[in-house]
């Protein structure tokens, strides 16, 4: 026979996490920083599409030989761009559908931001071919404290927020 403490933990168990629920608080920064990596992130691929013929030169060899090497991480370069885009894009979707899964693609989202700008500025400080300018190198190093702190910062929230847990349910 079912006691009240038994109905009453059955109870506990079907109920969704307490706490803010839905998409606002901190939450709303996060949205932000999707929103801002998709327009800067196409913007930055689009203008560097704008040098296609001198990619495809590198690619096919057509360039000065001391320069070939450069065609694999220009090439990776724009293909992770464009990844980070649609992985931007797809993540958002889900959020807003308020899915189940979004801490995980956050956590993965905020791990590939990392991975872009570790790559992205360890080629602007290893090569000089990769700079425009020395302001490049500060640029570089302002773009890897921003990705580090993002990181230390969004995933402990995802992976403890009650507001979070509240929220992506469905």
């Keep these: 026979m079912a006691t009240p403490a038994d109905s009453a933990a059955a109870s506990d168990t079907a109920k969704p ?13 996060p949205i932000i920083h999707l ?3 998709i327009l800067l992130t196409a913007y930055n691929v689009m203008m560097a599409l704008q040098y296609w013929s001198g990619i495809m030169a ?8 001391a320069y070939r090497w450069m065609a694999v991480p220009t090439i990776l370069s724009l293909v992770l761009g464009i990844a980070l885009v649609a992985f931007a894009i797809y993540v958002l979707v889900r959020l807003f559908q308020k899915r ?8 993965w989202f ?3 931001v990392l ?4 790559f992205e500025s360890g080629m602007v400080f290893a090569f000089e071919e ?23 910062i969004w995933i402990p929230y995802f992976l403890v927020s009650k ?8």
């Design 58 to 65: 590198m690619v096919t060899g057509n360039i000065d030989p």
């Design 35 to 37: 929103v801002i990596t």
């Design 100 to 107: 189940r899964e979004v801490p995980r693609l956050m956590i």
């Design 163 to 170: 507001r979070v847990k509240a929220t992506f349910v469905e």
């Design 115 to 118: 991975a872009v700008t570790l």
């Design 130 to 152: 990769f700079r425009e300018s020395s302001a490049d190198v500060g640029q570089a190093l302002k773009d890897l404290i921003r990705a580090f702190l993002g990181v230390a």
């Design 110 to 112: 905020y791990s590939l």
């Design 17 to 29: 996490a307490e706490g803010p629920r839905g998409i606002g608080g901190w939450l709303i920064l």
